[in-house]
Every structure is written in structure tokens, then in C-alpha cells.
């Protein structure tokens, strides 16, 4: 077995219905919470008022701020600057992974005196002590996972623009609340897009080099719940508590794997495109899962058949499709995997890049920058170019 | 799907020869560790030589205290009274499952001011507030699973004896460094019993209906990787780091799965005769496994043949045999297993309770006290009394 590291994980609260014990999951860490919630959603469907009430009983103090878009490191100094003064005993975030990792990034920096882009990775030049505010994660997408990392995504947008990580084995949510009831509301065309991000960390954790036992048993996990609710999440299961919950287990599971065992080239073409437009981290991953599948299977096939990147695709094959592993039957069920993947992004209807205005002259610069990280096999140049090309 | 809570989890580093790290991962949290050791086996094998020159690197300055046998509540309090006034910045400890228990304890009584007895289970009145210093686990038998876990057992024996969990979330560990090198010097029946520990604690979690997707998940990761490797740790590959890696994930994911998912009978009954007799606790696990096996599958045969846990056992028994899983063969595919846990007794040599004094007048007080607790299917008295008198 080779070395491995798996960072620590949240405490995980898993409970549909579960956002009524959020004034006991508070209390545990003091009485004054800063919560950060994103845009409008949750007060449309009542849920605000929910917690609020929730809250509301004893002596717990909350301040509420809101995130509009995706964190940037203006809004973390920002916030962190209107509250640094005010004790804050827990930062509480709920909402989808911009809202999450905000709020994580906040609860990091209440402890500082400087702005977050001094510890940005590529951008600042220090080094995080890990001291900060306890960070309770209450995510109402099922996408990202960040409510079981260690990382936070800032993005500032323009000339100088950047999408990069905050991060530090601390920044761990001290825990997750998971409810899926809170996932219900989301859109179709969002869940679609989150869920397909899921998948894509979950497909690139398993077969990356860098997968252990654990983060294949994990991985395999969620990508057995999600083969049973991606779909029926976005179509006839929408208000199902069960199918939300399949996705909000798979999506948990998902950011275990993906900072355990590091991705591929989906999302080698998602860190580039994130700097050059602004098109939903999801639609992006959901645009390349089938195309990247493809070309993935098609280069293990010929040059590394015997290898266990494609024994993978063919056990991920037979899981999605019902039939036997047979490993006589390899490249079958790895192409029978891949059809899978097509069907699916057809059937959730993934736009394509093109929709979001990428053209010809585009491919070079994001072709030009994106790595094969830890995709199962080295892709050519040319291989990379054909996986975007094909779904612009 | 149910709620569930899982438990946050140490930040894992398994590596072959990790041991070498044991400095930098010292250093994350200070300069002033106390080293809490059991018995002579370290020294004998040269590694405790090895420890003391990479600590002995830089300006880290460590105290060494050794545990004989099980802790007690004595042994924690004295350790703590002697290293209170020391400025202890983090605890380490080296050896199996009640070197970890003990070093878990200390950490978390150096931030108090009374003994330890007043915050046991069932026995103190007091709830700790969830303050420790840091603990670094490292295991050197595969078996407990204490690495993963939040509770330390403390034992007293004599009249007034016990064996009780003093627990709070905040004593997991906050690092486990497995290096299954570790483990190759324990001896076979060491191992056996160690193995057999583990073992139980994965399958009865697997089994337990506390268990939900993500313990399931991990069980079974660890019943795999446990199948390829317990027999050779004992016979053939005693010195194969391969075979002691295998065997030293599957402790480590037997101790998360345990404290996630709950027990069944075989812990009922090691709980109640640890009270009575000074048997190894592996032992008393390994004795019931095949007979607890046995009765549970002809229980679930008989009044559960659709439900869950008859499959899971059948799927065990696919896993452990290589055969496919066929849901219409569950009865047979059930027994097989059945069959493989009764050889692997016999092989590895697993004693019964009569080689340590156990007679036919103490099977009806532990009877009397033992509970089927997370078990698949409520046992009734007198199959729990046919489990133990099997193994006599």
C-alpha cells in the first residue's frame, strides 16, 4: 500500500429535518454566531424564518450577513473587518459552496489582522497559523463538498483575476449539518449542474493515481448513490426527501475524495475556464464529464489496457448499468460507462460552452494552460484539445 | 436514508516507515511532548532507539512514562498529577489499544483538576467540557481501532471492578500515524487476537442497524482488505509489510465503523466477561466470532430471511469465498461465511474460555447480564447462552 494521507473529516450530521437541532449544534460552541447565507433562496421557501425562530430561543446572539455571487477576498477581509470586534464564538454558513467557503474563510481570518490574499496559494506569501473560529457548514446544494474540506475558492474576476484556494488542515468544518431538506427548493437546471460536479469529483477521486483504499471505498459509495438520484433529483424526484438525500450523501463524500485523492483533467479545463469566464463551476465539470470519460477510456484502452484505470471504468460500468463485472469484458463495460455519461448529460440538458459564448479563437488559451493533474492516464496536448473541443 | 451521525476523524498519515515524520508531526504543535509507551516491545525491536534520535533533532524536549498492562484510573491520574506543572504541549502514544486509551485520557485530564473516575461512564457524575491537549496515536498491533475513536477504556479490577468509556467528540485523536512496520515484531498469536478484535468490530458494525452508507461503505473496505491479510499476518507473512499494511487499515477502519455504527452480541458478551476475567479482549472476540456468526445467520434464516442482514452476511460470504453474490443462493452464500470464520479459528489457533478458567457455574451470570446491543436480529436468552457455551 502506498502512503497515503486522509486530512481529518467534520462531525457529520446526516438527518433530514435535521436544521432543527441547529440552535443545540450552535450552543455547543458559545452564544455569538455570525451566519452567512447567499442571496434570497432561503428566505423565499420559509427556511429563514425557520432558523431564525430556532435560534431565537434562550440566550444565543446571531449576526446575519449575506454573500451575493461567489467569495471574493474583498468580501472575506470585508466581513472578517465588520466583525473582528464582536466575539464571534462560531461562524455559521448555509447555503450552496460559495456560501460555505466563505464562511469558512471568515472564520479563519477573525483570527487575524492582515487581508486573506497574504495567504491565498500563488498570490500571498504567508502561511496560515490554523487559528480560527469554529465553522459549522450547512450546505443546500448537493455540488461542492466543501462542507467536508479544508479548502476555501476566492475568486477576484478582471485583468489580474484569479480563482485559487484558501487552505489549511484547520480549516476542516468543525461540523456538517447535512439536511436535505434544505436541497429541495434548488432548481432543476442547479441541481443538475451541482450534481454534476459531485460526480465529477467523485468519477476523477476514483481513478486518479493518487486513490487509496479509502478513498475508493468512499468514492465507489457515493457514485452508487448518485447512479440512483442524479437523474430523478432533476426530474420526477425533485421533492423527494430520500433522492435529495442520495445527492447530499454523494456530494459529502465527494469533497472527502477530491482532497484526499486530487482530480483530473475536468477539472484541470474547470481551475482555467474559472479565470477566463464566468460560467457556473458545474455546467462546466457537467460540459466535459462525457467527453473527458471518452477520451479517457479511449487512451487507457490503447495504451494501458491491462492497467487499473481502466479495470475502473468497467467496474463503474457495471455499477451503473446493472450487469456482472466480468473482467474478460473490461473495454465493454468501460464504453458501456461512457455511453452512460453522454446519455446522462443529454437527459439533465448540461449546456454546451458555446452557450456561454467560448468560440474557436478561446480553445487555444484554455487548451494552452490546462494539465492533466491526476487524470488516470497522461493525456496528449491534442487529446486535451479534443475533450473541449467537442463541447463547445 | 436514517440519521446518522459520523464522528469527526483524525487527520490519518499511513505509511510504511511513517515513522520517520514522527518529528515534524510532533513539532505542529510544540516543542514539550510526553511519550506514553507500553511495556518492552518497542525497546526490543531497536524502534524505541529510533524514536528517541529523530526526536532527538532540533530543540524538542520529551518526557517518557510507561503503562503496564490495562489503564487504570490510577495511571491516569498519577500520570497527569506528575506532568501537570510540565507544560505539555502535545501527548504521543506508542503501542496497542491501551497505550492509545491511556495516552487519549492523559490528554484530556491535563486540562483538569480532578481524577479521571468523576468523568466515566456509569461511574462519575461529571460531563468534561471537551478541553486536551493534542494526542498523536500510533498504533503498534492492528486491532482496536482506538486510533479512530473518540473513548479511552478505563479498567478496574477487583470487587468493585469495572471496564467503562471515558468519552467526549473532542478526544479523537488529532493525528493517527499508522506505520504498519510497526506491527511487523508483534508476535502471531498477538496478532491473531488483535485481528480477530478487528474483525469483529468491522462485521458487527456492517451488520449493526445503527449502520448507514457511509459505515457500510468503510466495513466493507476494511472486511476486503481484512480477508486478504489476517490469516498471512499470522503464518506466512508475518514480516510482509503488505500484509501488516492490510491488516493495519482495516483496524484503523474498525475503529471508525465501531464508534459510528454500534456493536452486537460478541461486545455484549466482551464487555460483561472482561468485568469478570483477566482474558485479552481480541480473545474473547475471537472466540465468539464463529459461534455469534453461527446463531445469527440460523436466526436470520429462520424469522429474517428477506431482510438485511441475511444479505449482508450472504455478501460476506461471496466477499470471503470469491463467489459471485446471487441474491437467490443468500441462504447458502450466508452460511459459507459461517463456514470460513469457523476454519479461520481453528487456523489461527484462537483459544476458548476454558483455557482461562472459565467454567460451566459463570455461564449463567454472563448470560445474565450480556445484551444483544447493536445486533442484527434480537438474540433470545437461551441463543445467547448456546453462543458462549459453544466456545467453553
Redesign the interface.
Known amino acids: 500500500?502506498k502512503?497515503?494521507?486522509?486530512?481529518?473529516?467534520?462531525?457529520?450530521?446526516?438527518?433530514?429535518g435535521?436544521i432543527t437541532e441547529v440552535h443545540n449544534i450552535v450552543s455547543q460552541f458559545g452564544k455569538t454566531v455570525l451566519i452567512i447565507t447567499g442571496g434570497s433562496s432561503l428566505e423565499a421557501t420559509g427556511k429563514w424564518d425557520e432558523i431564525v425562530r430556532i435560534l431565537n430561543h434562550g440566550d444565543i446572539v446571531f449576526y446575519h450577513t449575506l454573500l451575493q455571487g461567489e467569495p471574493t477576498p474583498e468580501f472575506v477581509d470585508a466581513t472578517t473587518d465588520r466583525f473582528r470586534e464582536k466575539d464571534i464564538d462560531v461562524v455559521l454558513s448555509i447555503g450552496g459552496g460559495s456560501v460555505l467557503d466563505a464562511g469558512k474563510a471568515v472564520s479563519a481570518m477573525l483570527t487575524q489582522e492582515v487581508s486573506v490574499t497574504e495567504f491565498i496559494e500563488g498570490i500571498g506569501a504567508k502561511i496560515h497559523d490554523g487559528r480560527k473560529r469554529p465553522f459549522i457548514a450547512i450546505p443546500t446544494t448537493s455540488g461542492t463538498g466543501s462542507e467536508a474540506t479544508k479548502n476555501a475558492v476566492l475568486k477576484r474576476m478582471g485583468a489580474n483575476g484569479f480563482k485559487k484556494s484558501f487552505r489549511h488542515?484547520n480549516f476542516v468544518p468543525?461540523i456538517a449539518l447535512i439536511d436535505?431538506e434544505l436541497t429541495i427548493s434548488c432548481p432543476a437546471q442547479v441541481t443538475a449542474a451541482c450534481g454534476m460536479d459531485a460526480f465529477s469529483h467523485l468519477l476523477e477521486s476514483y481513478l486518479s493515481p493518487r486513490a487509496?483504499?479509502?478513498t475508493?471505498?468512499?468514492a465507489?459509495?457515493g457514485l452508487g448513490?448518485l447512479k440512483d438520484n442524479l437523474v430523478p433529483a432533476c426530474t420526477s424526484g425533485t421533492d423527494n426527501v430520500?433522492v435529495r438525500?442520495?445527492m447530499a450523501?454523494a456530494a459529502y463524500?465527494s469533497g472527502i475524495v477530491l482532497a484526499n485523492a486530487g482530480l483530473g483533467v475536468i477539472h484541470g479545463f474547470a481551475s482555467v475556464i474559472g479565470g477566463f469566464f464566468d460560467i457556473p463551476h458545474g455546467v462546466v465539470c457537467g460540459a466535459l464529464l462525457c467527453s473527458a470519460t471518452k477520451k479517457n477510456v479511449a487512451a487507457l484502452a490503447e495504451r494501458e489496457p491491462e492497467g487499473v484505470g481502466l479495470e475502473k471504468y468497467a467496474r463503474l460500468g457495471a455499477l451503473f448499468s446493472g450487469k456482472?463485472y466480468r473482467a474478460a469484458e473490461k473495454a465493454v463495460l468501460a464504453d458501456t460507462f461512457t455511453e452512460i455519461v453522454y446519455a446522462w448529460t443529454d437527459l439533465l440538458g448540461i449546456k454546451r460552452f458555446g452557450e456561454y459564448g467560448v468560440e474557436g479563437p478561446d480553445v487555444d488559451k484554455i487548451v494552452e494552460k490546462t494539465r492533466s493533474r491526476d487524470n488516470p492516464i497522461e493525456l496528449t496536448k491534442q487529446e486535451i484539445r479534443e475533450v473541449f473541443v467537442e463541447r463547445i
Chains 1, 2 share one sequence.
Not at 494521507?5 to 438527518?15: E, G, H, M, Q
Open positions: 500500500m502512503k497515503f494521507i486522509i486530512a481529518r473529516t467534520p462531525k457529520l450530521v446526516f438527518a433530514a435535521g488542515d468543525d436535505p487509496n483504499p479509502m475508493d471505498a468512499l465507489y459509495s448513490m430520500d438525500a442520495g450523501y463524500l456482472p
